[in-house]
């Protein structure tokens, strides 16, 4: 189901079997866009676990000033040694950042992906992320992004988007349809019978 705020976001999520490891927020608060994707590490014990932790703490961040990537690492940083003090915890991945003032910043680690797709261009805002280790482990290398404008259509989404959806049908979709929603965005990810290879959670901000 889509969810929409005046900030013209959408996001949806589906899980691939009943014990989907993929947890996504999105808020709009006080003029921002806080939003959170995170997949919990699948074949480890605790990985969903680990991606609510995630998304449990990053609800905890709105009253904070964060201005910067480096203050967004810092916490992705505080919440891998909390995870991996936590034996019942798995890994996950984990992008975390803020839409405010017309750009977007934030910071990230694993293979989840930020995408901002404008008709001149497109480009990865976490190509600099370390893929492992993971959140959970310890040892993660959290790396910030931004700040950049925010202009065309910023795509937020785990590797069961991005690994099943080309980046040309995605441009073409946030180009070409300007009122598509984050179900039409994921719907590129399913095979010929309608389903999906992985779970799926996926965030669209459109520019306004």
Known sequence: MDVFSPFDLSHYLEAHSSHGE????????DGCIWFCIADGAGGLAGGKEA????ANAFTRLFEEELNSPDEFERHLRRWDREIAATSPLGETTAVIGKVTNGEVIGASVGDSQCWLFHPDFVYELTQLQHRKPLLGCGEAVPIGFGPMILQGVLVVGSDGFFNYASLAQIKQLANFASNATASQFADLARNKSGALAD???IIVIRQS
Do not use: G, H, I
Request: charged residues 35%; hydrophobic residues 40%.
């Open 22 to 29: 993929d947890v996504l927020f999105v808020q709009e608060k």
């Open 51 to 54: 991606s609510d932790y995630v």
């Open 199 to 201: 779970d799926l959670s």
